[in-house]
């Protein structure tokens, strides 16, 4: 069973920045696929960025290409999200999660409680 806390939400201005950190106990860290999701209010969950358990490969969804930056520290049982440029449809709940398959987008096995991010133009 592996536990995420996520921590670094708040609230920032338009083409402003925020790093979002998540640590996992609990489970043997480095043989997950980390990924960071979020949820706007009235909007379906989405998947914002993934990294391999080895941080081999990344994914980003397009509206995020070059703006955020995901990565990881196996010694530190954490991940990070670097958000820079932020725009207002930037904000959501952003959820840390763990899963042992890559090529999931969806339904990954251990979710962290979510963190508030908010960015005012």
Request: with cysteine.
């Amino acid at each position: 069973q592996v536990q995420l806390v996520e921590s670094g939400g708040g609230l920032a201005q338009a083409g402003g920045s925020l790093r979002l950190s998540c640590a996992a106990s609990g489970g043997t860290f480095s043989r997950y696929v980390m990924g960071w999701f979020r949820q706007a209010p009235g909007k379906e969950r989405e998947l914002v960025a993934k990294i391999s358990a080895s941080s081999s490969y990344t994914d980003y969804r397009d509206s995020v290409k070059g703006r955020f930056t995901i990565s990881r520290d196996n010694a530190k049982n954490t991940v990070n999200l670097q958000m820079n440029d932020l725009k207002p449809e930037d904000t959501a709940v952003y959820y840390c999660a763990a899963d042992p398959n890559y090529y999931k987008r969806t339904s990954y096995a251990y979710w962290g409680q979510g963190t508030q991010v908010t960015v005012s133009s």
